[in-house]
């Protein structure tokens, strides 16, 4: 009825969930949030992410646009260690101009913190559980959870990322819809023990790359681990042991700083590895059921914008959900066209940026640098028609334009 408090579940409290709740609670929606990692975790776990154009603008519009600043990673250099000990440094703010004027790149977990804290007053949170089925009926969806009891929602939405229950739950396994595009990505937590400040080092190899940067305002730092593969290693995205066996034996003779990277993650608690995969689907809704950022329309960890497209797309969400005047399944639709053209452009970036981010070669790891170096020092201009000729990652986000909400 229109007018009414309707009850929203949404699975995951990382960037998508959060920032759905906030606009769905602005909307006058009831809204629960379950979340299968301690809040400890949610607050901490995983690496720089990047908000780019239009999710500047939803973090402005929620207001955690200063405190995004604030917690900003502040790395303002990279250095590229090249034959000789020596190091090519490019100013961060020279390589990201290519894709947008308006940037800022922050931890995965301090931007989810941030959310959370936005959230938590009015927003239902419950940690370490997770749904168990879903069952749709004519009038609302009966959800069973590990933990909490049954209940049921008006909605039920996944932002519970690449590996989501809700997708498969509702909309089929995996496999179905995950695209792996050639990589794996890993990072571990570790001491920042060269002293790094506002720098990020990187070191090449053919087919594989390592990085190490620290985390501002404390004595962490991150190690970060990023490598080809023609096809898929049969491991489990859980096991965790099979992932740093892995990574053993691919980096296991590397010089530079990889083996104390690669100590430093057997000991690691926080530890991330996900393939580099995108998931690729024809519709986000089905019935009273959505999904949003990752979960439906994932570009590939670390390659394809896709914490600002989880950012722009749990906005759109919850304006069309609002717009639509308490006929949910007329306001999915919505949400559904309204992504679209950015999801679709967004599947673009990631593959381009795989090739040119790792090497194949002896000859193209020497290059690399150099010529990043020469488009870096190209006008933001030239650089972003340079882009938009290969991947468009300036033309997929800048691809929606949203509107602003009405003040309360
Ligand atoms: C711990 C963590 C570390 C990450 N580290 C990296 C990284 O190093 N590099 C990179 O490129 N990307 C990383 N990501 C992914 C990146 O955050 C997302 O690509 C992007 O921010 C889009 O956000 P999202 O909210 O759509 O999905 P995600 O950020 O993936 O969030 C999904 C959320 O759903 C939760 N969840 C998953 N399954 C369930 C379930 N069954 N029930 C309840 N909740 C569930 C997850 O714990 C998570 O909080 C990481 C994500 C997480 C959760």
């Not at 740093?244 to 700083?257: S, T």
């Not at 570009?299 to 950012?311: D, N, R, W």
């Amino acid at each position: 009825m229109p007018g009414s408090a309707r009850h929203v579940l949404i699975s995951g409290a990382s960037v998508a969930g959060p920032t759905a709740a906030y606009w769905l609670d602005r909307h006058g929606f009831d809204v629960t949030v379950v979340e299968r990692m301690p809040l400890a975790r949610v607050r901490t776990s995983g690496h720089a992410v990047d908000l780019f154009g239009p999710a500047m603008d939803v973090a402005e519009w929620t207001g955690v646009l200063p405190a995004v600043i604030d917690a900003r990673t502040r790395t303002e250099v990279v250095s590229f260690q090249r034959r000789g000990g020596r190091e090519l440094a490019i100013p961060m703010s020279h390589l990201v101009a290519g894709i947008s004027g308006r940037h800022v790149e922050i931890m995965r977990g301090e931007l989810a913190s941030i959310l959370y804290e936005a959230t938590r007053e009015r927003v239902h949170y419950v940690f370490e559980d997770s749904i168990r089925s879903i069952h749709e009926e004519p009038d609302g969806v009966d959800v069973r959870f590990e933990h909490s009891a049954a209940d049921r929602f008006d909605l039920v939405i996944g932002a519970d990322g690449l590996h989501s229950i809700v997708r498969r739950l509702v909309f089929g396994p995996e496999e179905k819809f995950r695209r792996f595009l050639g990589g794996y990505l890993a990072f571990v937590a570790m001491p920042n023990h060269l002293g790094l400040q506002g720098r990020m080092v990187v070191w090449n190899a053919p087919g594989r790359v390592a990085a190490i940067y620290p985390v501002h305002g404390t004595t962490s730092a991150r190690g970060g681990f990023l490598f080809r593969r023609d096809d898929e290693l049969q491991l489990d995205h859980r096991d965790v042991d099979g992932q740093k066996r892995a990574l053993h034996q691919i980096y296991g003779r590397d010089g530079w700083e990889v083996p104390r990277m690669l100590a430093e993650m057997d000991a690691a608690e926080d530890f991330y590895f996900d393939s580099i995969s995108q998931v690729v689907m024809d519709r986000w809704t089905t019935g009273r059921v959505a999904l949003v950022g990752d979960a439906g329309y994932s570009p590939g960890p670390a390659v394809g914008g896709g914490t600002s497209v989880a950012v722009v797309g749990a906005y759109v969400l919850a304006q069309e959900l609002a717009r639509a005047h308490g006929d949910d399944e007329a306001g999915l639709r919505a949400y559904e066209d309204g992504v679209r053209e950015l999801a679709v452009k967004a599947r673009a970036i990631g593959p381009a940026i795989m090739s040119t981010l790792i090497p194949r070669t002896t000859i193209a790891v020497r290059v690399l640098p150099e010529l990043i170096r020469l488009v870096a020092r190209m006008p933001p201009t030239v650089q972003r028609r340079l882009f938009q000729l290969q991947a468009t990652p300036a033309r997929a986000l800048d691809s929606i334009s949203l509107t602003r909400p009405n003040p309360v």
